[in-house]
Each structure stands twice: as C-alpha cells, then as structure tokens.
T-cell receptor, first 113, second 114 residues
Framework: NAGVTQTPKFQVLKTGQSMTLQCAQDMNHEYMSWYRQDPGMGLRLIHYSVGAGITDQGEVPNGYNVSRSTTEDFPLRLLSAAPSQTSVYFCASSYRGLNYEQYFGPGTRLTVT | GQQLNQSPQSMFIQEGEDVSMNCTSS?????WLWYKQEPGEGPVLLIALYKAGELTSNGRLTAQFGITRKDSFLNISASIPSDVGIYFCAGQPRSGGSNYKLTFGKGTLLTVNP
C-alpha cells in the first residue's frame, strides 16, 4: 500500500490564484482530514470528511473548500490564495473504528507571494 | 476550542540520555496519541492510549495516559541520533462533539548530540 499520498510536494502561487492540493489514500479509510502546520502553531484542522459525500469544517476553514466524491480522494481547494495561506498542508486518514489513529501524508509546502 | 499545553518546547540532549515530555489540558480527554515528525515528512504515529492510567511501550518509547485524564507523558530511553524530530501529543476531548476531531499540542523539538 502507498498509504496517504499528496501532490504536489511544493507549490508557489501568486496572490489571487487558485489551486487544488491533491490527497489520496489506498487503505479504504472512511475518515480523511486536512491540516495546516505553521511555526509554533502545531497542526490545525481545516476540513474533514467521515465518508464519501460528507464533509465538515474544522478549526480554520476560511479560504478553503473540499469535496469527497470517492472514498480514496479528498482534494483541498484554495479559491483565491492569500499570503496568510503560506503553510505546510497535511492530509490524514483513519478507519472509522480507530478514529483517532490518523495516518498522515508527506505534506505539501505552499508559498503564496 | 480545546488546547493542549506541551512541554518542553525544545530539548537538546546527549546521546544515551533519557527524555521526558508531557502534555496537559484543562479538560478531560478520552484518547491520547503521540506522533513524531521528521524534517520534510508528515507526522508518524508512535503510541495510542485509550484508558486512564494506561502505560504503553513501543521499543524505547513509553507513554502514559494520566489518571486525571488531563495529561499524558512520553519517555524515550537511551536516546540515539535518529530520535531527532518534533514530537506531538494529540487528544480527543471528551466533550469534543465529533469523535473524529483531534487537538494537537504545539510540539517538542528534540535534538540529540552524538
């Protein structure tokens, strides 16, 4: 199994541009989530999904959209990038029965200029 | 929202030394998890704790779920250079609503001097 994969690894955007961060998992996990990691802030939850077609907001959802059309994929969309969205983004997934044991992808480092 | 206080923020130790770090909260948690993150990588789960008082080991790592349910400890024995990284605690609060949301501490940066 590849586990949780994320693309791209690095991305530079200009203010106002849009893009989609990709996340996929091949473990048939029901639960998937997106976090951002900033220096000194730990990991903060952006959006999460408990299954295909079901998503909800986390702690810092503003400026981000998600959808979950399949169990495997959970893309994160930035509609109009802002410098405040410069961060490292992690996708994570887990089984419903072991909700708390989340497995993380390698991350996407995003810079917005 | 829920907050976890993780300490120390950073540690610089000599190879072979033992390490202790902890997380505390003002609220009760149902679950405590400990993750390690190496540079350029995502966090990797080390230990999961589900019961108050539970003591669990994973090699040289030992973690405990505090009796009060408001804290957890991680110990690393006989540290080696590859222990370098950021260690995060995470927890699922009892009153957190959704069972899927974890709260993360801000991490302990561990540096091991060979």
């Amino acid at each position: 199994n590849a586990g949780v994969t994320q693309t791209p690894k690095f991305q530079v955007l200009k203010t106002g541009q849009s893009m989609t961060l990709q996340c996929a998992q091949d473990m048939n996990h029901e639960y998937m989530s997106w976090y951002r990691q900033d220096p000194g802030m730990g990991l903060r939850l952006i959006h999460y999904s408990v299954g295909a077609g079901i998503t909800d907001q986390g702690e810092v959802p503003n400026g981000y959209n998600v959808s979950r059309s399949t169990t495997e994929d959970f893309p994160l969309r930035l509609l109009s990038a802002a410098p405040s969205q410069t961060s490292v983004y992690f996708c994570a997934s887990s089984y419903r029965g072991l909700n708390y044991e989340q497995y993380f992808g390698p991350g996407t480092r995003l810079t917005v200029t | 929202g829920q907050q976890l206080n993780q300490s120390p923020q950073s540690m610089f130790i000599q190879e072979g030394e033992d390490v202790s770090m902890n997380c505390t909260s003002s609220s009760i948690f149902n679950t405590w998890l400990w993750y390690k993150q190496e540079p350029g990588e995502g966090p990797v789960l080390l230990i999961a704790l589900y019961k108050a008082g539970e003591l669990t080991s994973n090699g040289r790592l030992t973690a405990q779920f505090g009796i009060t349910r408001k804290d957890s400890f991680l110990n690393i024995s006989a540290s080696i250079p590859s222990d370098v990284g950021i260690y995060f605690c995470a927890g699922q609060p009892r009153s957190g609503g959704s069972n899927y949301k974890l709260t993360f501490g801000k991490g302990t940066l561990l540096t091991v001097n060979p």
